[in-house]
């Protein structure tokens, strides 16, 4: 027997790949839901490459009761109306906007990292998605948080323009062929423009000068991993259409060389180490595109503080730092409590 399972913004970046994610794992699914606006409805939709179409149902009328998951892929504002109706009729929520995230009685989840702190989703019957850029990291930083205990971590971001949805990635798209064909170039998702260029600017500017983006990297490292942990984020949008990248300083309480550093992400859940000195020894976004590994290259040891250690990390960021967290988020909520399938 298996679940039956409603994707909350199908038509969507997200949405699309957590369909597609559903079918290729193989998720034990006695019947699939595509919901979105009104606009949408009607319209099909691929389930993934198992040749299904789906029949988009509209959001406004969409009754919750009976499904026992609900993957949102809807942005913050929808999620805000139709995540509790969900919950309150007794269907799981799995919620990737940042709308939840911070919620003490929500639990934050990253299975590789937190499996046992999804137990608290009773309390609201919904679970939170982190943020893209703090998904992979995370998955990155765990193990070597267990090892060797992380004190403090700067890092920086290269994030690709499909974390901005569609209209950044078609923005990238736009200006690149207006630069060639020598048209003007007009900026519209972006503050700046994005072809050929890099913009240190994700999300509202807060009152200390840092970004909601940077901020959400803080505060959801400490939530999924360990409140003691301190960390620093500058957050770059790049003219990469998929997969984000990171640099990562790290400080440990325990010392640490880059050869236990390799042999412990080695064997690490969720990661893929990929760290040959050499040219090409190392991974990029346009490799990791479409996998399901945090990719791990350029550890080495940081002489400049005690126990320090840098790393490279790369990650398909509408997989990993989205979709197939969510439907990782769903078969672990399976396995541990709905138990079917």
């Given at each position: 027997?298996?679940?039956?399972?409603?994707?909350?913004?199908?038509?969507?970046?997200?949405?699309?790949?957590?369909?597609?994610?559903?079918?290729?794992?193989?998720?034990?699914?006695?019947?699939?839901?595509?919901?979105?606006?009104?606009?949408?409805?009607?319209?099909?939709?691929?389930?993934?490459?198992?040749?299904?179409?789906?029949?988009?149902?509209?959001?406004?009328?969409?009754?919750?009761?009976?499904?026992?998951?609900?993957?949102?892929?809807?942005?913050s504002?929808?999620?805000k109306?139709?995540?509790?109706?969900?919950?309150?009729?007794?269907?799981?929520?799995?919620?990737?906007?940042?709308l939840?995230?911070?919620?003490?009685?929500?639990?934050l989840?990253?299975?590789?990292?937190?499996?046992?702190?999804?137990?608290?989703?009773?309390?609201?019957?919904?679970?939170?998605?982190?943020?893209?850029?703090?998904?992979?990291?995370?998955?990155?930083?765990?193990?070597?948080?267990?090892?060797?205990?992380?004190?403090?971590?700067?890092?920086?971001?290269?994030?690709?323009?499909?974390?901005?949805?569609?209209?950044?990635?078609?923005?990238?798209?736009?200006?690149?062929?207006?630069?060639?064909?020598?048209?003007?170039?007009?900026?519209?998702?972006?503050?700046?423009?994005?072809?050929?260029?890099?913009?240190?600017?994700?999300?509202?500017?807060?009152?200390?000068?840092?970004?909601?983006?940077?901020?959400?990297?803080?505060?959801?490292?400490?939530?999924?991993?360990?409140?003691?942990?301190?960390?620093?984020?500058t957050?770059?949008r790049?003219?990469?259409?998929?997969?984000?990248?990171?640099?990562?300083?790290?400080?440990?309480?325990?010392e640490?060389?880059?050869?236990?550093?390799?042999?412990?992400?080695?064997?690490?859940?969720?990661?893929?180490?990929?760290?040959?000195?050499?040219?090409?020894?190392?991974?990029t976004?346009?490799?990791?595109?479409?996998?399901?590994?945090?990719?791990?290259?350029?550890?080495?040891?940081d002489?400049?503080?005690?126990?320090?250690?840098a790393?490279?990390?790369?990650?398909?960021n509408?997989r990993?730092?989205?979709?197939?967290?969510?439907?990782?988020?769903?078969?672990?909520?399976?396995?541990r409590?709905?138990?079917?399938?």
């Open positions: 027997m298996g679940y039956r399972v409603a994707v909350v913004g199908a038509t969507g970046n997200v949405g699309r790949e957590m369909l597609s994610i559903l079918a290729e794992r193989e998720f034990p699914c006695d019947e699939i839901a595509a919901v979105a606006s009104s606009r949408s409805t009607g319209t099909e939709i691929d389930f993934g490459e198992t040749g299904k179409k789906l029949k988009v149902k509209n959001i406004e009328h969409f009754d919750f009761t009976g499904w026992d998951i609900a993957l949102f892929a809807a942005g504002g929808p999620t109306i139709y995540a509790p109706k969900a919950a309150a009729q007794g269907c799981v929520v799995i919620d990737n906007s940042s939840y995230r911070m919620e003490p009685d929500v639990p989840i990253v299975p590789e990292v937190n499996p046992d702190a999804i137990d608290g989703y009773t309390q609201r019957n919904i679970i939170a998605n982190p943020n893209c850029s703090t998904a992979q990291m995370v998955v990155a930083l765990k193990p070597l948080h267990d090892a060797f205990g992380i004190k403090r971590v700067v890092v920086s971001t290269y994030q690709s323009v499909s974390g901005a949805g569609k209209q950044g990635m078609d923005e990238l798209f736009e200006q690149s062929r207006a630069i060639f064909v020598g048209d003007q170039v007009e900026a519209k998702k972006f503050t700046k423009q994005i072809a050929f260029n890099v913009i240190p600017h994700i999300d509202v500017f807060l009152d200390d000068g840092s970004t909601k983006e940077e901020w959400k990297m803080v505060v959801e490292t400490k939530k999924i991993m360990d409140p003691k942990i301190k960390l620093h984020a957050c770059v790049v003219p990469v259409f998929v997969g984000h990248s990171e640099a990562l300083n790290i400080e440990f309480e325990k640490v060389s880059a050869e236990e550093a390799q042999n412990i992400l080695r064997e690490a859940p969720g990661v893929m180490l990929v760290d040959k000195r050499e040219d090409g020894g190392y991974v976004p346009v490799e990791c595109v479409g996998d399901s590994a945090t990719y791990i290259s350029r550890v080495r040891e002489p400049t503080v005690e126990n320090g250690l790393l490279w990390c790369v990650s398909d509408l990993k730092g989205a979709a197939l967290n969510a439907v990782q988020i769903a078969e672990l909520l399976g396995r409590h709905l138990k079917k399938g």
